[in-house]
């Protein structure tokens, strides 16, 4: 089940069991959630998987090494905060040559000149 932080179900999530092991022989397994926060990932062996959620306005929440045909597996997604920016160059106009991500932990920059690689 994919709830929110509060406990209340979130419909449509998107659920993915990928191998736990990077040289593994399983498939990706993907799903959405019903209107109850439930789901089943169906053709999964019984490998073991990260199994993770992610939904419109939450940040992805993943438990490791889930075992395949394991039940009453259960995420809870934290609300996410809005991120808006721009990116300027030392003259203040907007820069062209450089390419930002964000996720839940981290900030990074990536410039896309020679020197920046």
């Known amino acids: 089940m994919v709830r929110d932080a509060g406990g209340a179900p979130l419909a449509d999530a998107a659920v ?20 109850d926060g439930r789901f089943t990932l169906a053709g999964v062996d019984r490998s073991a998987y990260d199994v993770s959620a992610e939904a419109a306005d939450h940040l992805r929440a993943v438990r490791e090494q889930v075992r395949g045909g394991t039940h009453d597996v259960e995420l809870s997604l934290d609300a996410g905060r809005p991120l808006a920016g721009e990116v300027v160059d030392k003259r203040g106009e907007p820069s062209r040559r450089s390419r930002w991500s964000c996720n839940a932990t981290s900030v990074s920059r990536a410039r896309t000149s020679r020197r920046w690689r």
């Open 16 to 35: 993915r069991a990928t191998p736990s092991e990077y040289f593994s022989a399983s498939s990706t397994v993907v799903a959405k959630t019903a209107a």
